[in-house]
């Protein structure tokens, strides 16, 4: 299975994902063949925020 298609099985999944830049945390949405988009984890009672991670950019991910 390559890593596109494991990233799409955490799909509504809470994951950690690192990078270079920093560690993300809260819930995929989308995976596409360049790049995921995920719902950050918030603080109660804000709106979600989304982020847009390369698959490039990405060293681990793991579920929380």
Known sequence: MTF???????????VQIA????LYEGRIYEVSSRWLKMY???APGYPPV??????????FVRVV
């Open 50 to 59: 989304k982020v847009t991670v390369f698959l490039q950019a990405i060293a």
């Open 4 to 14: 596109r298609g494991r990233l799409r099985r955490l799909i509504n999944r809470d």
């Open 40 to 42: 950050l984890s918030s």
């Open 19 to 22: 990078t270079s830049v920093g």
